[in-house]
């Protein structure tokens, strides 16, 4: 289904200019920009996926992940096609990269009805990149809110997107899990054809709008498998809140890219590394209770026992504190 975009201009007589995320492709009549979702059509801007639903399922909220969100429930999560990143790992490129031939088409009025149907609270925007799906993004995050204040929105995003539109958008969003691929501006061109500095900021403003915010680092080898780089940037988010849960994910092969998995030894020396900085780190896609567990960093509680996604709430309180020493943990 074809609507008209939000965020361009024109650049000069047909063609456009995106504004939607810094990349701003220059459009000619007929084509797309790198996310292949957004086209000039006889001058005007059209979203091209919205819709779309490539993949819709009920998961944990640890699968996001979030895990000082609402832990243990489930969320709503929906994705579609196109992304406006070129990760050569990427972990869902048959969604991200292509347009798969079979789509459900949902508009944004019925999401509402789904939630309801399905038992929960919140819909999670996720598995491809929601910001090149930013027009039904926006317009299901509304109804979402109007059907009940007490829903919510999750985006699971790159955060490669500019300020304006990203401003609009966080006034239906509730939580944010922000991947942050690579601490260095050079490889986030090179590699990822993005950029590190609007990644930052994105992080920076969600924390500083009261969004829930959480990060992701994929620690892929050749890439970013560096300490001293991702020393950098543990200590940059902890700049902004030693309180930001941090998710430090084992990567495996996908895509473009053969290189071995992660090794498991040097996962865990960035854990050590990370927990220097932050009070909350974890360790995905290796499946230890060791490193997905949540403690109080003020009294060491056991608060939350994780095995996979076997969730077992132990000592958080009706507010998401710890019922030891009353420390704020989790939003619920």
Partial sequence: MKINSLFYEEFK??????????????????????????????GEMYSLNYGDVTSIALDPMEKKPLFHFHPGEKVLSLGTWGCNLKCPFCQNYEIAHLKP???????????????????????????????????????SSREVKYANPD?????????????????????????MNIDLKVFDDKNYMKILKGG???????????YEEGIHTEVTTLVV????????????????????????????SRYFPAYKYNEPPTDISFLEKTYKLAKKYLNFVYLGNILSPTYENTYCPDCGTLLIQRKGYDIKIENLNENGECKNCGRKICTV
């Fill in 13 to 42: 007589d047909d063609i456009l200019k995106c504004t939607l995320c810094p990349r701003q492709c220059i459009l000619y009549p007929g084509k797309t920009g790198i996310c292949g979702v957004r086209q000039n059509i006889k």
């Fill in 101 to 139: 031939e079979y789509q459900k088409k949902i508009y944004p009025k019925a999401i509402p009805s789904l939630m309801e149907n399905y038992g929960v609270q919140g819909v999670a925007y996720t598995y491809s990149e929601p910001i090149v799906w930013y027009e039904f993004v926006l317009d």
């Fill in 151 to 175: 829903n919510y929105n999750v985006l699971v995003t790159n955060g490669f997107i500019n300020e304006k539109p990203l401003r609009l958008m966080l006034q239906y969003i509730d939580a």
């Fill in 196 to 206: 590190l500095e609007p990644v930052k900021k994105t992080i920076k403003i969600a």
């Fill in 221 to 248: 080898p050749k890439v970013n498998d560096n300490l001293e780089e991702l020393e950098k940037e543990f200590s940059w988010l902890s700049s902004i809140s030693k309180d930001i849960p941090l998710h430090l």
